[in-house]
């Protein structure tokens, strides 16, 4: 089965930091770009940023929202995509999505809160 | 960068045809997406590259794309197809772009 699954949500503090995991099946992770999308509650979808395969060098990129904070990165041989979320703001509470070739895992919550 | 527009809401009668338009001054460079998210779910994939039709997803979805706009128009509407809709491009460096959201509402 075709599947991702994010996990590492939580409850963290303005300026703390989290790690979120996408675990990849049922396709060739290693030769796919893996996209992060965030959705607060209530809102549209936002594009947080990208990480492309070993063949196109792993290049990132990231909204201008949080460059310099988050850092995508992968493991092929785990056919995980990770999300390190540093600095973080109350502003970026949101469900946070991965997503590649138009399968979307089904999100997890990040809250940022005192 | 640049933005997507998409009108806030449409709203159809059962068995109608509903169109909901995404404009931007560079999508005539770049394919453009469909998703459908319904409440709690995670989004769909419901058109890709203007107007491919993935595997599983009605014949009632369609896309087409004209111009500077591109537009998806679900043809007999049903109760089920209530839900937001959102396009998405891309930028030449391929840094994604979603339209603000379309609430279909099924009357």
């Known amino acids: 089965e075709v599947q991702l699954v994010e996990s590492g949500g939580g409850l963290v503090q303005p300026g703390g930091s989290l790690k979120l995991s996408c675990a990849a099946s049922?396709?060739?992770?290693?030769?796919?770009?893996m996209h992060w999308v965030r959705q607060a509650s209530g809102k549209g979808l936002e594009w947080v940023g990208r990480?492309?395969?070993?063949?196109?060098?792993?290049?990132?990129a990231y909204a201008a929202s949080v460059k310099g904070r988050f850092t995508i990165s992968r493991d092929d041989s785990k056919n995980t995509a990770y999300l390190q979320m540093n600095s973080l703001k109350t502003e970026d509470t949101a469900v946070y999505y991965c997503?590649?070739?138009?399968?979307w895992g089904q999100g997890t919550l990040v809250t940022v809160s005192s | 960068s640049y933005e997507l527009t998409q009108p806030p809401s449409v709203s159809v009668s059962p068995g109608q045809t509903a169109r909901i338009t995404c404009s931007a001054d560079?999508?005539?460079?770049?394919?453009a997406y469909w998703y459908q998210q319904k409440p709690g779910q995670a989004p769909v994939l419901v058109i890709y590259?203007?107007?491919e039709r993935p595997s599983g997803i009605p014949e009632r979805f369609s896309g087409s794309s004209s111009g500077t706009t591109v537009t998806l128009t679900i043809s007999g509407v049903q109760a089920e197809d209530e839900a937001d809709y959102y396009c998405?491009?891309?930028?030449?460096?391929?840094?994604?772009?979603f339209g603000g959201g379309t609430k279909l509402t099924v009357l």
């Open positions: 997503t590649s070739n138009g399968i």
């Open positions: 049922g396709f060739t992770f290693s030769g796919s770009a």
């Open positions: 990480i492309r395969s070993k063949a196109n060098s792993y290049a990132t």
């Open positions: 560079a999508l005539p460079k770049q394919y």
């Open positions: 590259k203007d107007s």
């Open positions: 998405q491009s891309a930028d030449s460096s391929g840094t994604w772009v």
